[in-house]
């Protein structure tokens, strides 16, 4: 079982940079694709962006060009950088992780990302 903790979030303007960051402890975090996930209020939870266990990528059309996503296997830590902000990025960013053998998911706790003038 994989333990999650985000960090980064917070307030920034629009047209800001934000870089979250999701530190994985308690299993081999290379077995792990990982994602990123938000969810605004009223609405569903959402996927941002997905990075697999050979670091292949993909993303959500609204953050296509704006969002990266990456890892470091060596710090057992997946960032999402976030660049170009808008006020429809506001959410909280939840980073999950599912295990590449049992398929089972874990959920971090979440971080708020607000972005507003």
């Known amino acids: 079982q994989v333990q999650l903790v985000e960090s980064g979030g917070g307030l920034v303007q629009p047209g800001g940079s934000l870089r979250l960051s999701c530190a994985a402890s308690?299993?081999?975090?290379?077995?792990?694709?990982m994602g990123w996930y938000r969810q605004a209020p009223g609405n569903q939870r959402e996927l941002v962006a997905r990075i697999t266990t050979t670091g292949s990528t993909s993303y959500a059309d609204p953050v296509k060009g704006r969002f990266t996503i990456s890892r470091d296997n060596a710090k057992n830590t997946v960032y999402l950088q976030m660049n170009s902000l808008k006020p429809e990025d506001t959410a909280v960013y939840y980073c999950n992780g599912r295990n590449l053998m049992t398929r089972n998911e874990y959920w971090g706790q979440g971080t708020q990302v607000t972005v507003s003038s």
């Open positions: 308690g299993s081999i975090f290379s077995l792990y694709h």
